[in-house]
């Protein structure tokens, strides 16, 4: 892994490695795994930061499980939340489901408050939301995130799902703005 990339007209630093990325997610899913041993939950995928995550906490899961996708867009190619949120192509049924949101990153919270918003007129019998990153500091909303990959500071990250105007998603490692 590289300690220092550019992307476009920014440089971002090695923030935090892939073994502990792994690491970090073989607990989530024990814990999923525990959580849900009489439980069929059915994964709901936020696209497009989500999908690297999504797939390593996929393979580590021992339940019978569903995935589902979805797709949130708050950011545009900016670093600050837009404050307004498109969601895309939610044509499942969640009625009576067991449904695990995966997260890239919980910023401001408002796409998840959005997308909670939204699925709950589904009905479903449970939600609960597993993100890799959470920012404590920059959120302005009340939800709930059971499973947290870390919690970080107000930072602008990048690499693993997450993008710097769709860049950087396919790093295995997070790397962070520099200042
Ligand atoms: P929120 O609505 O403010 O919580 O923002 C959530 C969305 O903004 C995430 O799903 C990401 O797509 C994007 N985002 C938030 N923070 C970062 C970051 O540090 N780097 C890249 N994308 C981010
Ligand atoms: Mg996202």
């Given at each position: 892994m590289k300690n220092q990339i550019k992307l476009l007209d920014k440089e971002f630093v090695l923030f935090i490695e892939e073994d502990r990325i792994q690491n970090r997610i073989i607990q989530i899913a024990d814990q999923i795994n525990n959580d849900y041993k009489d439980k069929i939950p059915t994964f709901l995928i936020v696209l497009k930061g989500a999908l690297l995550f999504a797939a390593d906490l996929l393979k580590r899961i021992k339940v019978r499980c569903k995935v589902e996708v979805i797709s949130a867009k708050s950011y545009g190619n900016e670093m600050?939340?837009?404050g307004t949120v498109k969601l895309k192509h939610l044509e499942s049924n969640f009625k009576n489901k067991d449904l695990i949101i995966i997260e890239d990153v919980i910023d401001t919270g408002l796409t998840m408050k959005t997308l909670l918003d939204d699925i709950n007129k589904y009905e479903p019998n449970s939600i609960e939301v597993a993100a890799i990153l959470t920012k404590p500091n920059a959120i302005k909303t009340n939800v709930k995130i059971k499973y947290v990959g870390f919690e970080i500071d107000n930072l602008f990250v990048v690499g693993y799902g997450l993008d710097y105007a769709e860049f950087?998603?396919?790093?295995?490692d997070i790397y962070v703005l520099k200042v």
């Open positions: 600050e939340s837009s950087g998603r396919e790093l295995p």
